[in-house]
């Protein structure tokens, strides 16, 4: 399969690697705005985000590979696809249910593991190591750090960022584009906007959208 990634920072190696590790997969394009005119490194395109519309082609897919959600949602907007040209990615590494269901564009990191009946939502990232338990219902956007662990029956909202080892207990909903601090214990709801951080948490502060 042809794919195009788009973001090259950190987050987009460890995705490249992932992807380089499976034959049946091809990078032909690496593309972000650090870019200002396109080249070619390795037998890879390197070039602004402008580019996909040149190089994208039916039988092409992309994974947006940009850890923070805000950034990665507007550029998911900004592009215009449909859902069917986004790669879910997961690991080999990862344990998903069969029941779990994954939403486009999402990643699942090394040693993650999506237990039963647990819904992901798309673009999302599922990071090394995290646990997303039973019957969670996870929003799209949403970043579950190295680590972290939600039990069952935890949602949340579109955009929430849980930080690396925080635990969030069953049945929390965590509102939408909250963050929860590293290693962080959740035993409340947290509303939508907020950052949330110690064991037990306390909010520290709102949250302005840009
Ligand atoms: C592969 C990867 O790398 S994936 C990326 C994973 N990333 C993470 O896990 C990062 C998670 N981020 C954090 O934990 C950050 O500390 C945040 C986002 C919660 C807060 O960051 P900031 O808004 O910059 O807060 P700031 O550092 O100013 O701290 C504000 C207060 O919260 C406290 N605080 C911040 N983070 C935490 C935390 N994780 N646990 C407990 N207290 C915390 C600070 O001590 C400070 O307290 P004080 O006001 O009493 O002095």
Not at 5 to 21: D, F, K, L, P, T
Not at 110 to 138: K, L, M, S, Y
């Given at each position: 399969?042809?794919?195009?990634?788009?973001?090259?920072?950190?987050?987009?190696?460890?995705?490249?690697?992932?992807?380089?590790?499976?034959?049946?997969?091809?990078?032909?394009?690496?593309?972000?705005?650090?870019?200002?005119?396109?080249?070619?490194?390795?037998?890879?395109?390197?070039?602004?985000?402008?580019?996909?519309?040149?190089?994208?082609?039916?039988?092409?897919?992309?994974?947006?590979?940009?850890?923070?959600?805000?950034?990665?949602?507007?550029?998911?907007?900004?592009?215009?696809?449909?859902?069917?040209?986004?790669?879910?990615?997961?690991?080999?590494?990862?344990?998903?249910?069969?029941?779990?269901?994954?939403?486009?564009?999402?990643?699942?990191?090394?040693?993650?593991?999506?237990?039963?009946?647990?819904?992901?939502?798309?673009?999302?990232?599922?990071?090394?190591?995290?646990?997303?338990?039973?019957?969670?219902?996870?929003?799209?956007?949403?970043?579950?750090?190295?680590?972290?662990?939600?039990?069952?029956?935890?949602?949340?909202?579109?955009?929430?960022?849980?930080g690396?080892?925080?635990?969030?207990?069953?049945?929390?909903?965590?509102?939408?584009?909250?963050?929860i601090g590293a290693?962080s214990?959740?035993?409340?709801?947290?509303?939508?906007?907020?950052k949330a951080v110690g064991?037990?948490t306390r909010?520290i502060?709102?949250?302005?959208?840009?």
């Amino acid at each position: 399969m042809k794919i195009i990634i788009v973001g090259n920072g950190g987050h987009s190696r460890v995705i490249q690697e992932m992807i380089s590790s499976t034959k049946a997969n091809k990078i032909i394009a690496i593309l972000d705005d650090k870019y200002e005119h396109g080249f070619q490194e390795k037998g890879i395109i390197h070039a602004p985000i402008s580019f996909l519309v040149r190089l994208f082609r039916p039988d092409t897919k992309v994974v947006v590979a940009i850890g923070r959600n805000d950034v990665r949602k507007k550029i998911v907007k900004g592009l215009n696809l449909l859902p069917q040209h986004y790669l879910s990615i997961i690991h080999p590494s990862a344990i998903v249910s069969a029941s779990a269901k994954i939403g486009y564009g999402t990643v699942i990191m090394p040693q993650a593991v999506i237990n039963a009946e647990a819904e992901i939502g798309n673009h999302c990232i599922i990071n090394t190591g995290a646990i997303i338990e039973h019957d969670n219902e996870i929003g799209d956007y949403t970043h579950v750090s190295p680590n972290a662990t939600l039990t069952g029956n935890v949602s949340t909202g579109e955009g929430v960022h849980v930080g690396s080892s925080a635990t969030i207990i069953p049945g929390i909903h965590l509102g939408r584009w909250s963050v929860i601090g590293a290693g962080s214990t959740v035993i409340e709801h947290i509303p939508a906007y907020s950052k949330a951080v110690g064991s037990p948490t306390r909010i520290i502060e709102r949250i302005l959208m840009k």
